[in-house]
């Protein structure tokens, strides 16, 4: 069964860049997977931050399209997060997922593979 392991948070100061990784073990290949990104601080609901498919199409949300940018490396298994010019509410716990197939929505209940999560702290 597939694994996620998500790399690369930690804390940094507001309007710093961080990039998160997540690679993919125990799997041939992640090539037929939808590959997504959620996020969830404390007292609120895991939300989707964004997803890329299989034919390298991607989701962002209104909220976030200017500040991100997600990719993904078949080769490696691995899909990255970018994010740029970071806020005080971007603190949250980082999850990978991965569902079989093309992305379809981003209910976290469509995914059925998940990582444990990474934490990312923004400082104001």
């Known amino acids: 069964q597939m694994r996620l392991v998500e790399s690369g948070g930690g804390s940094v100061p507001a309007g710093a860049s961080l990039t998160l990784s997540c690679t993919a073990t125990?799997?041939?290949?992640?090539?037929?997977?939808?590959m997504a990104w959620f996020r969830q601080a404390p007292g609120k609901e895991r939300e989707a931050v964004s997803t890329?498919?299989?034919?390298?199409?991607?989701f962002y949300p209104i909220s976030l399209k200017d500040r991100i940018f997600i990719s993904r490396d078949n080769g490696k298994k691995s899909v990255y997060l970018q994010m740029n010019k970071m806020k005080s509410q971007d603190t949250a716990q980082y999850f990978c997922?991965?569902?079989?197939?093309?992305?379809?929505?981003?209910?976290?209940?469509?995914?059925?593979?998940w990582g444990q999560g990474t934490q990312v702290t923004v400082s104001s």
């Open positions: 997922a991965a569902a079989y197939g093309r992305c379809h929505g981003v209910k976290a209940s469509e995914f059925n593979y």
């Open positions: 125990n799997a041939d290949s992640i090539v037929n997977y939808c």
């Open positions: 890329i498919s299989t034919d390298g199409s991607v």
